[in-house]
């Protein structure tokens, strides 16, 4: 159960995940190709500086590092990927590595530099979220190369989930809209409210607490155990999906 409720789960997340990357490409590609990077703005504020090429090269970086690590950890997580074709796996892993840590640095720099929508509160979520993807990314890599197969398991899916903590923001977020129907706990205005503070910090550590009962249940749990987290996993995977169409439908396709 526990096994079929994790695949269900990341099913959902890795058709959402596409969609979120094939969303990035058509707004933030689309808009460069046709020489409107300006329309950046219309979704993320200074986005797009005139006058400051650095920082519109470091936010286009943002943006390309986010899909490719996107599509890359979805095939690092692919089990028949990782038995039939180790090398690219290696390979693949290297290569997601270093993208997560381009993308926790670059979106540091940002928060640094221009800083985004929502409170100062909302912003040191997204700034520990970026720690939090370096020190996974560390770790996973120091038992790589010590060989601690298992360890170095664990602390990839904790990268995975902190790398897509902007994804589970959106798909939280669009969660709570369409349970409650309404802007609950939040200004839609300002972007500002203690729901979004407390989703700032739960875009990461709230899967990560999911993941640390899913090993521990994997482990050696007793069978009442491994049950109830598998339920846990079925109920998340309904949320996520519910969070999933709320994005695609609310969000990302009325902005393409």
């Given amino acids: ?80 990927l990782r038995r039939r074709a180790p090398a690219l796996h290696r390979w693949n892993g290297r290569l997601y590595l270093a993208a997560a840590v381009v993308l926790a640095l670059g979106g540091i720099a940002m928060l640094l530099t221009r800083g985004t929508v929502g409170g100062i509160a909302q912003q040191a979520g997204t700034a520990v979220n970026g720690l939090a993807i370096l020190a996974c990314a560390a770790l996973a ?24 903590g902007v994804w589970f923001f959106r798909i939280g977020l669009m969660a709570w809209l369409m349970v409650f129907q309404a802007p609950v706990g939040f200004d839609p205005t300002s972007f500002s ?27 050696g749990a007793r069978p009442g155990a491994r049950r109830a987290m598998a339920a846990v996993v079925f109920a998340l995977a309904a949320l996520t999906a519910l969070g999933v169409a709320g994005a695609v439908m609310g969000m990302w396709l009325p902005r393409l």
């Fill in 193 to 219: 409210g203690p729901f979004l503070t407390v989703l700032a910090f739960a875009q990461f550590l709230l899967p990560l607490l999911v993941l640390e009962g899913v090993l521990r249940a994997e482990a």
């Fill in 1 to 80: 159960m526990l096994r079929a409720a994790v695949a269900t789960w990341f099913g959902v997340a890795m058709l959402g995940q596409l969609a979120f990357a094939a969303y990035v490409v058509g707004l933030y590609g689309g808009a460069a190709l046709s020489g409107q990077a300006a329309h950046w703005n219309r979704v993320t504020p200074r986005a797009w500086v005139p006058g400051e090429p650095v920082g519109n090269l470091v936010f286009a970086s943002h943006v390309a590092f986010t899909v490719a690590i996107l599509l890359g950890g979805l095939i690092q997580l692919l089990p028949p």
């Fill in 141 to 164: 890599w120091r038992a790589a190369r010590a060989g601690r197969t298992a360890e170095h398991r664990r602390w990839a899916l904790r990268l995975f989930l902190c790398v897509g």
